[in-house]
Every structure is written in structure tokens, then in C-alpha cells.
């Protein structure tokens, strides 16, 4: 019996671990709040309009790309995430509104801003895993900064 005790006990935290390693990187339900952050953090923002209850290419997009280490990794250190999950009805005005602001038609929408929450790029659900989606993020994303690079001399820059 105490053997039976451990082996469930076993099974369910197995179970607990792999629900957790799944989940999408940590983000906001809110654009003001992840605008905040961005701008105290000097990130871009990568600001998904999903619907996961209904939505076939939101559902493939989270399996196959959000929920992977990969795009975790990247997600977690180069930008503020914020995910708007509209349910198949009645979803909150807030979010309406910022679907009308940012004039998504479709889903999934994922609209890329700058740390001061100009929007700089837009994309969607993209076959090919999580290494290819991080490769197209990096090509709208702003190259950081080279620890190493030094500011340009203002006298020569000007002539």
C-alpha cells in the first residue's frame, strides 16, 4: 500500500512538472502595464492578440512555438510579453479597445513595440518551430546595444 501511496504520489508531481514546464513565459494582460515595463526595463514588447478557446492557428501557435524553451528563453530576456486571450464571447472592453487601437482583424496578431510603445513590426503564427519564429522576432526586434561599442566623437560625427 505505502509502495502504491509513493507511485501515485510519483505520478502526480511528474504530471504537475510538465503542466508547469509548458506554460507560456510570464506576461501582462495588460498593454499599459506592459508599456511600463518596457520603457522602466528598455525592452520592445511583444503584445499577442490570441484566442486559444477557438482559435485553430492560436492554438498551434502556443503548442509549437509559446510554450517551448527556445522561445522562453528568448522572450524572457530580450522583451516585456503581454498576451490579450479574447474568449470565443464577451471579451473585456479593455481589450476590444486596444484591438480596435492597434486595428487587429485577425488572430493570432502579434504586434511588436518599442521600449516607448511605438509599434515597429507586426507578425502571426509562423510554421517551423521556435527557432525559426525567434529568428523573425530578431529581424524587427532593435539590435541591442554592444556592451562594447563607444558612443560616436560628436566633433568628428558632424563633419
Do not use: R
Not at 55 to 60: A, I, L, R, T, V
Request: charged share 25%.
Amino acid at each position: 500500500m505505502k509502495f502504491l501511496n509513493l507511485l501515485l504520489t510519483m505520478a502526480g508531481l511528474m504530471v504537475a512538472t510538465s503542466q508547469l514546464s509548458a506554460a507560456p513565459v510570464t506576461s501582462f494582460k495588460d498593454v499599459d502595464k506592459a508599456k511600463a515595463a518596457a520603457k522602466e526595463q528598455k525592452k520592445p514588447v511583444f503584445l499577442l492578440f490570441t484566442g486559444t478557446e477557438w482559435c485553430h492557428w492560436c492554438q498551434k501557435l502556443e503548442a509549437e512555438v509559446l510554450t517551448k524553451k527556445e522561445f522562453k528563453d528568448y522572450a524572457q530576456a530580450s522583451m516585456i510579453t503581454c498576451v490579450l486571450d479574447f474568449p470565443s464571447a464577451g471579451a473585456p472592453k479593455k481589450f476590444q479597445g486596444w484591438q480596435k487601437d492597434y486595428k487587429v482583424s485577425g488572430f493570432p496578431t502579434v504586434i511588436i513595440l518599442d521600449s516607448e510603445g511605438k509599434q515597429i513590426g507586426q507578425t502571426g503564427y509562423q510554421a517551423g518551430g521556435p527557432e525559426k519564429y525567434v529568428e523573425s522576432l530578431k529581424k524587427i526586434l532593435p539590435a541591442a546595444p554592444k556592451a562594447d561599442a563607444k558612443p560616436a566623437d560628436k566633433t568628428t560625427a558632424s563633419k
